[in-house]
């Protein structure tokens, strides 16, 4: 079954980002880079918000990113391979192929979409995910948790919801990176 799964890097004490905007947790090593190719790999289709869409475009418009490395150059293939639907009220089009801009979230468009897909669907971005949670579309949450606190900024999770989750897997990264995917309990609260 297609699942839609919310991943995103976080800080220890639980932001995406801290308050100055910057997502600087540390230097993705070879294994955790290599875990999120393995997760694009798996999804045929992106949503993002348009700010982590502008931010994951360099994937396709520069070109010297993939050609760092064979583990870039693989991160840029599958990222490339993807469908994506951009949610903003601001861009026009998108700067990317297979790229699709949509003025709002729309939960039904999302479930049907689930339901007419043969890979999974990832979420980006906290706002793009809380909605997503509250619809109750959600089906995991993988979280890539890294050792550093940040004292404040954007929530990775929703603020205003209360979802109960069942941990179902967890990786240590020799970097003290940890991997934690969770999967929704019943309804929101």
Known sequence: MTKLIYVTNVSLDGYIEDERGAFDFGPADDEVFRSCTEILQSAGTFLY???????????????????????MADFATAWQRA????????????????????????????????????????VGGANLASQAFKAGLVDECQLFVWPTVVGGGKPGLPIDARVDLELIDERRFGNGVVLLRYRPLGRLA
Request: aromatic share 6%; charged share 25%.
């Open 49 to 71: 918000g348009r700010r982590l869409y502008e931010a994951m475009a360099v994937w396709e418009t520069d070109a010297t990113l993939a050609a760092q490395s064979d583990l």
């Open 83 to 122: 469908n994506r639907i951009v949610y903003s009220t601001t861009l026009t089009a998108g700067a990317t192929a297979n790229t699709r801009i949509e003025r709002h979230f729309d939960p039904t468009a999302v479930r049907e979409l689930k339901a007419a897909a043969s890979s999974d669907i990832t």
